[in-house]
T-cell receptor, first 113, second 110 residues
């Protein structure tokens, strides 16, 4: 089976812009989770989607949002970008979530200038 | 906060076994121990997980103490490609996702 794919792999934006990142889970997986990784804060959970519904949410401001489509693909959006949003954004999928083994994609590296 | 404690860094000679310890003294009875690793700037890679019995797969072995308060990940014959940050994670509870701590940076030396 193909693994988790994320697009784009690299992105450069300027402050105040918005960005949309895409994640395609492993075929058959219905849960998609998003994480942010920065040198200072490490890997932090953003949110999880299952059956097109946000099931869990981490401690991030409302500028960070996401959605999931009927084919389980997911997007996350960050509005009004700040310099501190520069990070590696990781997507992980699992069959039904809820603590199951998660399989990560390669990530999207976002640089905000 | 992560429920695990790991040494920040370790070295291992190529070809030797790498033994990575993890303390999880507050683990609950229904919580699993998961191990992931992250090679520089890539997504974390699942290695192994277990509840109370020792587990082995093609990548590694997981040894969990009888009281479940600690565990050891064993890479039997470390190679240079095993250089990575290794994360030990206790699955918090149902409805939550994995909480990653800072992990152990393993350097495999030639």
């Amino acid at each position: 089976k193909a693994g988790v794919t994320q697009t784009p792999r690299y992105l450069i934006k300027t402050r105040g812009q918005q960005v949309t990142l895409s994640c395609s889970p492993i075929s058959g997986h219905r849960s998609v989770s998003w994480y942010q990784q920065t040198p200072g804060q490490g890997l932090q959970f953003l949110f999880e989607y299952f059956s097109e519904t946000q099931r869990n949410k981490g401690n991030f401001p409302g500028r960070f949002s996401g959605r999931q489509f009927s084919n389980s693909r997911s997007e996350m959006n960050v509005s009004t970008l700040e310099l501190g949003d520069s990070a590696l954004y990781l997507c992980a999928s699992s069959l039904i979530g809820q603590g199951e083994t998660q399989y990560f994609g390669p990530g999207t590296r976002l640089l905000v200038l | 906060d992560a429920k695990t404690t790991q040494p920040p860094s370790m070295d291992c000679a190529e070809g030797r076994a790498a033994n990575l310890p993890c303390n999880h003294s507050t683990i609950s009875g229904n919580e699993y121990v998961y191990w992931y690793r992250q090679i520089h700037s890539q997504g974390p890679q699942y290695i192994i997980h277990g509840l109370k019995n020792n587990e082995t797969n093609e990548m590694a072995s997981l040894i969990i103490t009888e009281d479940r308060k600690s565990s050891t990940l064993i890479l039997p014959h470390a190679t240079l490609r095993d250089t990575a940050v290794y994360y030990c994670i206790v699955r918090v509870n149902y409805g939550q996702n994995f909480v990653f701590g800072p992990g152990t940076r393993l350097s495999v030396l030639p």
